[in-house]
């Protein structure tokens, strides 16, 4: 077994819908024999828990409260954390890694990037974007929207969705050869399931995995192979699946 890594995490210190800390985080992903953690709060246009009405600073500095928690109890417990956020448009969500809260603090446009300027950007900072869960659908959701073209790959495995939409999302990367990762979408630990990705070497900072995804590299998925299976249910329009273009609009997707 190679290096396990949790890449979608929240927690109750930034994310509305968090119900652990990030020290409750830590202590549980280390009993489940992981390396690493990378917590990645719902930013400004999801499911946060920071005012909106604050200044730009004190809004990054109240964003970084989950990640630093766990930050703590990693450095003493021995896990790795490492610093992500999770951005909603449209109901499509995008992790991003690479960035600092030097950066975010001196970028307050970021909160009003269009999915574009989020991917050039991120990219100009070093950084990378992965869709969240492309294939989801929920009561709340209108369309699933795919937006492949505003990320540097697909997150296809996610322990919150139905194994129908992780089954789609890994049939879709594969088929277009997009980079894959895996997730747990974790709100609350100890979690009944939780996915990440298995890498060889054990990453030095968020830059590594950043690499891996820009690079090519080799990114395992630690989940069951039977997620992946399609399950025998029938598609109804629920499920219909678009693909968004430069300008927004929406592409029925044969997937």
């Not at 894959?180 to 990705?197: C, E, K, L, W």
């Not at 992946?228 to 598609?235: G, K, N, T």
Request: net charge negative; glycine share 10%; aromatic share 12%.
């Amino acid at each position: 077994m190679g290096y396990l890594y949790e890449t979608h995490l929240h927690t109750s210190l930034a994310s509305a819908c968090g119900a652990s800390t990030g020290k409750e985080h830590v202590r549980f992903y280390l009993e489940q024999g992981y390396t690493g953690i990378i917590v990645t709060d719902h930013f400004f246009g999801g499911n946060t828990s920071v005012p909106r009405g604050l200044p730009w600073e004190e809004r990054v500095d109240l964003f970084f409260r989950g990640y630093e928690d766990a930050l703590e109890e990693g450095k003493k417990a021995g896990l790795d954390v490492f610093f992500g956020l999770e951005q909603n448009f449209n109901f499509d969500e995008y992790l991003v890694y690479g960035l600092t809260k030097e950066y975010m603090k001196a970028h307050p446009e970021m909160e009003h990037w269009t999915r574009r300027e989020q991917l050039e950007e991120v990219h100009r900072a070093g950084g990378t974007v992965i869709q969240a869960h492309p294939f989801r659908i929920r009561g709340y959701m209108d369309k699933i929207r795919v937006g492949e073209i505003f990320a540097d790959g697909l997150e296809v495995a996610n322990a919150g969705n139905d194994s129908l939409d992780d089954a789609r999302a890994y049939s879709y990367a594969e088929k277009k050869n997009l980079v894959m990762t895996a997730g747990s979408d974790n709100h609350y630990s100890p979690a009944s399931r939780i996915f990440g990705v298995e890498l060889a070497d054990r990453l030095g900072s968020i830059g590594d995995y950043v690499r891996l995804i820009r690079e090519g590299g080799r990114i395992g998925l630690h989940v069951p192979r039977e997620r992946f299976i399609m399950p025998d249910v029938r598609l109804d329009k629920r499920h219909k699946a678009f693909r968004l273009n430069e300008n927004k609009e929406l592409t029925p997707l044969d997937d």
